[in-house]
């Protein structure tokens, strides 16, 4: 078995660019259409665009007759200072080139490679690192059918996956891996591409975004599937809708492969949602309300149950306590889709419980429900994080199903305490799961399916380059956010335009991590402003940004933080900016340049890249704080140059040697020791403020994923602290510098390495390396 030396994978990555290349075009649209059938029932069918990237169709179809639905689609041109179009740069992408009778998709861990079987009838796939080390090898052939390849421990990074057969036809990528487990599933097909016919190339599949078939009828479960349009030749889609079961009366038990759960049978009414006590918790004034009949779940949904509707291993008693206990270490989006597919297995429309409905069964009925202590006690409600409780008759609170900061519950300690709210990221894992149902077997009004909210894929990010063109929004769409009372609206156009607000100007960007505006005219209204991102999926994210603020002839400087979300607007005005730069000219010019905005392969990291900002520097008298009045977490960092150091309420977060990229990233990694040998990676994004007495982050770790505190720099005998921030015993557990060379965090190991597991995915440097 021939082996494909380094040299070989470097040249094969540059053909292979090349193979894909084409000149910068402006924004098109063009017609596609996609053959939809749902087998058994009319129903009525959805068709959705991620925002500002088509247009779509809603249409009755009959039951077993296929209908054509027609679709728009926005061609975008790739990046200017791309050399060549990256091969695998949007999530999913399907790849391809011209004549290799091979392409390629991606849906997070799970890679799948379609082969055209009379050019691969004998063939080795091999995964190697972008230096040329061979990570595995196998061989397959047509005769199997399909096959599958799976590793696990592979390391974050990007990986060329290529493809030889005996006959010696070739095809190659790139694609991304966020880390640990890698499945390759090898399909052989017949056609020269799936999705394909004739000589059409598949570089056009995905370039239009990951788009929405939704399937309703009223007396069915709805169901909801993903796909990337291509021009030509759209692979049919088929659905069979499974029928709406009769609920029985009163509190009933189900059973699903052997495993049992009980759904109590409320009432419902009328009742205060919220606190009315003299202690209540923060954000729980009371409101009116009023919920419908539904059932809910006697306890949360427990690992047995877990496994029984998502598959995999079942429960092992010696590796748990109890295998009835809640399942617990999954994320909104992880509870959603176990709701789903519960939903589609039953009949029943199973769905994650509201605010309302989980406040008013901890009111009223107790007695018949099993709640969790500590964290443990921790549940998923389907309401988006507000300040106010919202009222009226069944709420779902604001922002119905939109991917944002999301509430979690907790009764621990009834009395008051079981009117507390809490925020959780979305991408954040750890709440459980009670599952409610209502008693007609619909959906509260406003409340979105648990099928139609799949969880974004952030597995992959585009080529490093100074035009991250996941920003532009055209004419029809705006970036926008009112987090945390702050506002802001961004619009974006690919050949540089920008605006601020209503500030005209130009825009880049730097190793995806920074979005920088530069107004057309700079005074003490009009700055340039730089928001450190992460993008959650096409059309929502997370920023910070150093601000300056004239108020009244004083100027407040601080850091602007929030979610923006991609909407659709209806009166966006391109600006007229004569004189437009590039990316990189616009970047170079900037007086910060090197400090802030300089490429960097963000895949290897090299020495010259890495640094220590000497502005988190906080010495040994003082610590940076966040201080949650009314919360029980309370945050404090220690930062020397030999160690970062960041705890919880006193608990390891993250720990150990320390760098910084572009002022902007931080990596934190610890060793390993004792129970946990293994080298532990966290990262974040950070502004400092112009002070430099405070700093805001954005964290990339599993359970809080988006997440964004505020920290201050504070005095170790600071009275502010000691007041309040008091252990068990009476002394100020946040007052001492936090203790150097301790294990890893919490989360690096066991049950908990999900939730601490390291999300950041480095964008690989465009054809010809970082520059």
Not at 269 to 275: K, T, Y
Not at 761 to 766: E, G, H, S
Request: with cysteine; aromatic share 8%; charged share 15%.
């Amino acid at each position: 078995m021939s082996i494909t030396k380094p040299k070989a994978i470097a040249a094969l990555l540059l053909a292979l660019a090349l193979a894909g290349s084409s000149s910068a075009q402006d924004v098109v649209e063009v017609d596609a259409q996609i053959p939809v059938t749902v087998v058994n029932t009319g129903a009525t069918v959805t068709i959705t665009p991620p925002v500002g990237w088509g247009t779509g169709e809603t249409a009755a179809v009959t039951a077993n007759n296929e209908r054509m639905f027609n679709i728009k689609l926005i061609k975008r041109p790739e990046p200017e200072d791309v050399q060549a179009p990256p091969v695998l740069s949007v999530s999913h992408r399907p790849q391809a080139r011209m004549g290799t009778g091979a392409w390629v998709s991606r849906n997070r861990s799970n890679v799948t490679l379609n082969l055209q079987s009379q050019l691969y009838q004998n063939a080795v796939i091999s995964l190697h690192s972008l230096n040329g080390k061979r990570i595995l090898s196998t061989r397959v052939t047509a005769s199997q059918n399909t096959a599958n390849i799976s590793r696990t421990n592979i390391s974050a990074g990007v990986y060329l996956l290529s493809v030889k057969s005996a006959n010696g036809n070739s095809y190659a990528t790139r694609i991304t891996h966020t880390g640990n487990k890698l499945n390759i599933n090898v399909a052989f097909n017949n056609a020269a591409n799936p999705f394909l016919s004739g000589s059409m190339a598949s570089v056009e599949g995905g370039e239009y975004g990951e788009w929405t078939i939704t399937v309703t009828n009223p007396g069915y479960i709805t169901q909801s599937d993903k796909f990337f349009p291509v021009l030509v030749n759209n692979q049919q889609r088929s659905f069979t809708l499974a029928p709406v079961e009769e609920i029985p009366s009163g509190t009933f038990t189900e059973t699903v492969n052997g495993v049992q759960f009980q759904m109590l049978y409320v009432q419902g009414g009328p009742f205060r949602l919220g606190c009315e006590g003299g202690s209540c918790p923060p954000n729980t004034a009371a409101v009116d309300a009023t919920v419908s009949p539904y059932f809910i779940g006697s306890r949360t949904v427990s690992r047995n149950l877990w496994q029984a509707v998502m598959g995999g291993p079942a429960c092992v008693q010696s590796q748990w306590n109890d295998c009835n206990g809640p399942q617990g270490g999954h994320t909104w989006y992880d509870a959603l889709e176990f709701a789903c597919k519960l939903s589609q297995m039953t009949g029943k429309n199973y769905r994650m419980m509201t605010e309302a409905e989980f406040e008013f069964a901890a009111k009223n009925h107790t007695s018949s429900m099993t709640f969790g202590t500590g964290m443990g006690g921790e549940e998923w409600a389907y309401n988006t994080w507000n300040e106010t409780l919202t009222g009226g008759t069944d709420p779902v609170g604001v922002r119905s199903g939109v991917h944002d900061q999301k509430t979690r519950r907790n009764a621990q300690g009834m009395g008051d305490n079981i009117t507390g709210r809490l925020i959780r990221s979305i991408e954040g894992v750890g709440p459980a799961l009670r599952l409610t149902l209502s008693a007609d077997n619909g959906l509260p009004p406003n409340y979105i399916h648990p099928c139609q909210l799949p969880a974004p894929d952030m597995s992959n990010e585009p080529v490093n380059t100074y035009r991250d063109m996941r920003w532009v929004t055209g004419t029809n769409a705006r970036w926008f956010s009112s987090s945390f009372g702050q506002t802001l609206s961004i619009m974006v156009w690919e050949d540089g335009t920008a605006r601020l607000g209503d500030t005209p100007g130009q825009w880049f960007t730097s190793n995806n991590i920074n979005f920088v505006f530069v107004p057309s005219t700079i005074n003490q209204f009009n700055t340039i402003r730089r928001f450190a991102y992460i993008f959650l999926n096409e059309s929502v994210g997370t920023y910070l940004s150093p601000v300056s603020y004239n108020m009244g002839g004083s100027v407040t400087h601080m850091v602007s933080s929030g979610r923006i979300e991609k909407e659709a607007v209806s009166n966006g005005t391109k600006p007229a900016i004569t004189n437009l730069k590039r990316g990189e000219d616009l970047a170079r010019e900037q007086p910060d340049f090197e400090t802030y905005y300089k490429m960097v392969d963000m895949v290897n990291m090299p020495a010259s890249a890495r640094g220590q900002d000497e502005r988190l520097l906080d010495g040994p008298e003082h610590g940076w704080l966040q201080i949650n009045r009314g919360s029980a977490h309370h945050y404090r960092k220690d930062i020397d140059p030999d160690e970062f150091r960041f705890v919880v309420s006193g608990g390891m977060l993250a720990n150990g040697s320390w760098f910084t990229v572009n002022n902007t990233l931080i990596r934190i990694t610890h060793p390993g020791s004792g129970n946990n040998p293994q080298p532990y990676v966290v990262n974040y994004l950070y502004v400092v403020n112009h002070d430099e007495n405070s700093f805001n982050h954005n964290s990339f770790v599993g359970y809080e994923r988006g997440d964004m505190r505020i920290f201050r720099k504070t005095a170790n005998n600071s009275t502010d602290i000691s007041d309040w921030w008091q252990n068990s015993n009476g002394t100020c557990g946040g007052c001492a510098e936090i203790a150097k060379g301790q294990g890893p965090s919490m989360y690096a190991s066991g049950g908990n390495a999900v939730a601490g597991r390291n999300t950041f995915v480095p964008a690989p440097c465009p054809v010809g390396g970082c520059r």
